[in-house]
């Protein structure tokens, strides 16, 4: 079992910035691939971004490219994903999940824990 928890969010103004961090517990962090998933308001859950156990691979949604890094710290147990120049529709519930399987980093379905989410608001 792994438990995730998200923290980091809150209101911000758009142009702005906001770091996610996401704390893992229960198994071991350093093997999992980590990933960034989203659910703004009414809509699906989107993929955001996610890094390989390692940290030597990242894969970002184009909506993330440019404005968004992931990155984690395997002695803290700990993913962040560092958000810059945040527009309105970067508003949702951003969740973190962990993953086994690299090949399908962008599939929700195959990520097997999940945090509990983190608002985050961008307004105009």
């Known amino acids: 079992q792994v438990q995730l928890v998200e923290s980091g969010g809150g209101l911000v103004q758009a142009g702005g910035s906001l770091r996610l961090s996401c704390e893992a517990s229960g198994r071991t962090f350093s093997n999992l691939n980590m990933g960034w998933f989203r659910q703004p308001p009414g809509k699906e859950h989107e993929f955001v971004a996610a890094i390989r156990w390692s940290g030597g691979s990242t894969f970002y949604a184009d909506s993330a490219k440019g404005r968004f890094t992931i990155s984690r710290d395997n002695a803290k147990n700990t993913v962040y994903l560092q958000m810059n120049s945040l527009k309105p529709e970067d508003t949702a519930v951003y969740y973190c999940?962990?993953?086994?399987?690299?090949?399908?980093?962008?599939?929700?379905?195959?990520?097997?824990?999940w945090g509990q989410g983190t608002q985050v608001t961008v307004s105009s």
């Open positions: 999940a962990a993953n086994m399987l690299w090949a399908t980093i962008k599939r929700k379905d195959d990520y097997a824990y």
